[in-house]
């Protein structure tokens, strides 16, 4: 079975950092390519960033770009967003997908997902 289980999200005052971390399991890691959804109250899902399977590619969201930073570690199966200067605007339920192509994953066509962690910046 397939999970994949997003942490670090929390309550941070604009300007502020956090770092989001998406463990997975039950599936061969480094052969997906993964990425960073969010989905404020009110609004559609968005992409925010995506990385291949050998972190050789990323993709960033307009919003985000200078601000975030996606990593992975396949060794861990784990994937990172590190969020910087947060704007209240951020604020946002946060996933982490999975897909076996990078443009699958940026299109939002995951094969799998996560639950989601909340993200609220204070202004």
């Known amino acids: 079975q397939v999970q994949l289980v997003e942490s670090g999200g929390g309550l941070v005052q604009a300007g502020g950092s956090l770092r989001l971390s998406c463990a997975a399991s039950?599936?061969?890691?480094?052969?997906?390519?993964m990425g960073w959804f969010r989905q404020a109250p009110g609004k559609e899902r968005e992409f925010v960033a995506a990385m291949s399977r050998s972190a050789v590619s990323t993709y960033y969201a307009d919003s985000v770009k200078g601000r975030f930073t996606i990593s992975r570690n396949n060794a861990k199966n784990t994937v990172y967003l590190q969020m910087n200067s947060l704007k209240p605007e951020d604020t946002a339920v946060f996933y982490c997908a999975a897909a076996y192509s990078l443009p699958a994953v940026v299109a939002g066509s995951g094969d799998y997902w996560g639950q989601g962690t909340q993200v609220t910046v204070s202004s």
């Open positions: 039950g599936l061969t890691f480094s052969s997906y390519a």
